[in-house]
């Protein structure tokens, strides 16, 4: 099965700056959208960004005017720019690609997550 592989968590000190990778390990067919979740410790996971086929982009609040997500199409390939990085972004990043197979059955995939901790 293909898998989503992200890459560039890390350790960062508050108010710097760290850039999340995501792509998947072979070829997904009719991916709709793509997004970046996060999950601190006691907290549900949250939507941090998605980004859609035709490069619409949904941030929440807490992050507006501080990360920035984009996305290669022909890779699938999404990014989250993180700057402005505080102790409160501190959590496991969850990479998403949702859709429909080529049977028409949908699918919603999920990577293993990338642990960023914004500390001094």
């Known amino acids: 099965q293909v898998q989503l592989v992200e890459s560039g968590g890390g350790l960062v000190q508050p108010g710097g700056s760290r850039r999340l990778s995501c792509a998947p390990s072979?070829?997904?067919?009719?991916?709709?959208?793509m997004g970046w979740y996060r999950q601190a410790p006691g907290n549900k996971r949250e939507l941090v960004a998605t980004?859609?086929?035709?490069?619409?982009?949904n941030y929440a609040d807490s992050v507006k005017g501080r990360f920035t997500i984009s996305r290669d199409n022909a890779k699938n390939t999404v990014y989250l720019q993180m700057n402005s990085l505080n102790p409160e972004d501190t959590a496991v990043y969850y990479c998403?690609?949702?859709?429909?197979?080529?049977?028409?059955?949908?699918?919603?995939?999920w990577g293993p997550g990338t642990q960023v901790t914004v500390s001094s």
């Open positions: 980004i859609t086929n035709g490069g619409s982009t």
């Open positions: 072979g070829n997904i067919y009719g991916i709709n959208a």
């Open positions: 998403n690609a949702y859709g429909s197979s080529y049977q028409r059955r949908p699918y919603d995939l």
